[in-house]
């Protein structure tokens, strides 16, 4: 089951240019490695170069997903904690087999 998150991502790539943006982004929580508070994004957000609407208080994450043979890392927003409640890891259990 895929989970919905609001991704800050660079809609200006391939430009030269910063120019940050929000969009709505699914991941599956099987394939999450890792999480960690994303400190450069809060930093933009200092800086004013997020998108209008964010309180100011708001917090980040950077989720790191395995694809396979190399990773990708996406920052959504929100604080880990909330992060990894919504991606539901508590309720996971091995299976024995």
Known sequence: MNIKFVEVYNSGRGT????????????NPSHVVCLREDGDATRLLEEGRLPDGLD?????TRVSINKGTYGQDIVVV???E?????LDFEKRQLLKG
């Not at 030269?16 to 991941?27: A, E, K, N, P």
């Not at 909330?82 to 919504?86: F, G, L, M, T």
């Open 82 to 86: 909330e992060v990894y409640k919504k």
């Open 16 to 27: 030269g240019r910063h120019i940050y943006s929000l969009r709505s982004v699914y991941i």
């Open 56 to 60: 100011n208080r708001q917090s980040f």
């Open 78 to 80: 929100g604080p880990v």
